[in-house]
T-cell receptor, first 117, second 111 residues
Framework: DAGVIQSPRHEVTEMGQEVTLRCKPI?????LFWYRQTMMRGLELLIY????????DSGMPEDRFSAKMPNASFSNLKIQPSEPRDSAVYFC???????????????FGPGTRLTVL | DAKTTQPPSMDCAEGRAANLPCNHS???????VYWYRQIHSQGPQYIIH???NNETNEMASLIITEDRKSSTLILPHATLRDTAVYYC????????????FGPGTSLSVIP
């Protein structure tokens, strides 16, 4: 398995532009998580999905952020409009609740480093 | 979920055991202790988890005190590649999902 795939790996954009981050979870996993990491705030959970349904989005900073999971193989995180304070590394992770998997183990992608100028 | 307290940083000599402590005095009966690590510029990686008993896998050992208020992650023979931030997390088994990361312990393995 290729693991969790994120794209792009690096994104540089200007303030006010729309940014879309993409994630492909590990096949068969039924949970998907979006995290944001900065030096100041550490690793923060933004939102997570179970079977493509958003379960908890209390970590989403504001209405400029939105996330969708149209199917089990894809999720995206959008920021519109982007601001310099959104600069961070965004991680996607997935996990499985099925038998045979270690409960609570999340598999993280390599992250997308976002810079908003 | 219960909160955890870890020292912000630790050093360990290469080849020696690294013992990383974690306090979780408010842990509930149904909550597990999980350990992850994050090597620079990479996503976090699961290491091990446990409920009551000590656990061991190919990466590390986890020692949980009898009252479950603290635990220690042991890397038996630390290598330079073990230099990373180590996160201790407490999470309920029934919520496979939410794993809240604190600041963790930055472990430096020194040659």
């Amino acid at each position: 398995d290729a693991g969790v795939i994120q794209s792009p790996r690096h994104e540089v954009t200007e303030m006010g532009q729309e940014v879309t981050l993409r994630c492909k979870p590990i096949s068969g996993h039924d949970y998907l998580f979006w995290y944001r990491q900065t030096m100041m705030r550490g690793l923060e959970l933004l939102i997570y999905f179970n079977n493509n349904v958003p379960i908890d989005d209390s970590g989403m900073p504001e209405d400029r952020f939105s996330a969708k999971m149209p199917n089990a193989s894809f999720s995206n995180l959008k920021i519109q409009p982007s601001e310099p304070r959104d600069s961070a590394v965004y991680f996607c992770a997935s996990s499985s609740s099925s038998e045979g998997y270690t409960r609570g183990e999340q598999f993280f992608g390599p992250g997308t480093r976002l810079t908003v100028l | 979920d219960a909160k955890t307290t870890q020292p912000p940083s630790m050093d360990c000599a290469e080849g020696r055991a690294a013992n990383l402590p974690c306090n979780h005095s408010t842990i509930s009966g149904n909550e597990y202790v999980y350990w992850y690590r994050q090597i620079h510029s990479q996503g976090p990686q699961y290491i091990i988890h446990g409920l009551k008993n000590n656990e061991t896998n190919e990466m590390a050992s986890l020692i949980i005190t009898e009252d479950r208020k603290s635990s220690t992650l042991i890397l038996p023979h630390a290598t330079l590649r073990d230099t990373a931030v180590y996160y201790c997390i407490v999470s309920a088994k029934t919520s496979y999902d939410k794993v809240i990361f604190g600041p963790g312990t930055s472990l430096s393995v020194i040659p």
